[in-house]
């Protein structure tokens, strides 16, 4: 868990996520006195989720999307996930 993450425990940013039908799995900061669901399971995997989708990010073709066809940019994002899932 990162104190970054912990600035985004604010009530004006659970109650729009509220409003949304969704559930803000953000840490609560120390200085609560209520206290929030908190899944450190479900955060990590966001987590990982997260590193995914910036790693592949940093590879240029994809980004700029040269490959301006959708089967094409499909092709090469499965491509580029499985180098990732191979790699890990």
Known sequence: MTE???AYDTDA???ETAERGAFAN???R???KRTFA???WLYRQ???IE???NHIKQ???LSTRYGRRPDKFLAALKLAATRTWISA
């Open 38 to 40: 908190f899944s450190p």
């Open 46 to 48: 966001r987590n990982q």
């Open 30 to 32: 120390v200085i609560r």
């Open 51 to 53: 590193r995914v989708f």
């Open 26 to 28: 953000v840490p609560p």
């Open 59 to 61: 590879m240029r073709g």
């Open 13 to 15: 940013i659970r109650a």
């Open 4 to 6: 970054v993450d912990k």
